[in-house]
């Protein structure tokens, strides 16, 4: 298939992802109870509050930050339905926006013909669809992870270490948004120990040490001044 023909599946399958989500958010109600806390800690960060947006707060800070920007940007009302709305943009937007990462990835793992497949049954799950449609934080998170997943990939297959670096990249807004990211470079570290112990994984000497470098100073250089203010992961 052409780049074309790629770029169109994944228009028209964003398209579809945000036809969905934005009627599920219109017509269900908010079904998490954890939005309350991303609302509270958007609203400490609209009013310059960051010691407990950011210091304090038991979520981590790129969602809240992305509901506050969307707040102001839209002028909403300084109420409840106000925050609802827009921290439902932020998660619409991105929700629609995991498509081409999502597509990507089942593109390296499946191939031509069930990459979108693959996409598509991803949105059409229930829960899915209700959770990135919600006050939840899990669409951020997941836009990251999955374009950091996305370039580990090309990582594996190409064996340059470029693609190393947006993975750390995604890897750390991944750990902004949700603790779980720092499971993206712990399972490369993982998988580049084992690397030289499989044949077809195998990578030369050279690109290996620099590939664990990075993995292991990347992170910390990303992630270790906001762990340093929290006091902890």
Known sequence: MTP???AARIILLTA???????RLAATTEVMYADGLRFVAAARAVDRGDWRTSVVRSVDHPVYPIAVAAAHRALGLADGPQGWQTAAQVVSVIVG?????PLYLVALELFGTTAAWLACLLTFLVPTTGHVLADVLSE???LLFWTWGVW???RFFREGSIRWLVPTVGFAGMAYLTRPEGLLLPV???GTLILTPLIASLRLPRITWLRAVGLIFIGPMLLIGPYIAIKGGI
Do not use: E, N
């Not at 579809?16 to 934005?22: D, E, K, Y």
């Not at 629609?96 to 081409?100: E, G, I, N, Q």
């Open 4 to 6: 074309a023909r790629h």
């Open 16 to 22: 579809f992802a945000a036809i969905l989500l934005g």
């Open 96 to 100: 629609a926006a995991l498509v081409t």
């Open 139 to 141: 669409g951020t998170f």
């Open 151 to 153: 370039s580990a990939l």
């Open 187 to 189: 399972a490369l570290a």
